[in-house]
Nanobody
Framework: QVTLVESGGGSVQAEGSLRLSCAAS??????YGWFRQAPGKEREFVAA????????GYGDSVKGRFTISTDNAKNTVYLQMNSLKPEDTGVYYC?????????????????WGQGTQVTVSS
């Protein structure tokens, strides 16, 4: 059984930092990603990484501020978030894909975590 468990969310002031973790169990996947959803808005791509080659991709709104990485030994994916803004507030979801390459579309992800809340105050 495949499970993805996120952790590390919380409340922070603007310009602060948080690191999200996503522990995967059951198998490894070709690609992992982070998405977020704010109240009343559609789910938004944040970042993605390929498991073996460490290629990455980022949404325009987080480029230069967020960094995705993996610890293959722990089968864990991280999202380091710096210089946080109030508009970064939302529920952050980890996802795993069997597709190769940096996967941006949420339709290509096969498994999802339960989400972790991130709240950034001004």
């Amino acid at each position: 059984q495949v499970t993805l468990v996120e952790s590390g969310g919380g409340s922070v002031q603007a310009e602060g930092s948080l690191r999200l973790s996503c522990a995967a169990s059951g198998r490894t996947f070709s690609s992992y990603g982070w998405f977020r959803q704010a109240p009343g808005k559609e789910r938004e791509f944040v970042a993605a990484i390929t498991y073996n080659k460490r290629n990455t991709g980022y949404g325009d709104s987080v480029k230069g501020r967020f960094t995705i990485s993996t610890d293959n030994a722990k089968n864990t994916v991280y999202l380091q978030m710096n210089s946080l803004k109030p508009e970064d507030t939302g529920v952050y979801y980890c996802a795993a894909s069997k597709s190769t390459g940096v996967v941006i579309s949420d339709r290509l992800y096969d498994y999802w975590g339960q989400g972790t809340q991130v709240t950034v105050s001004s």
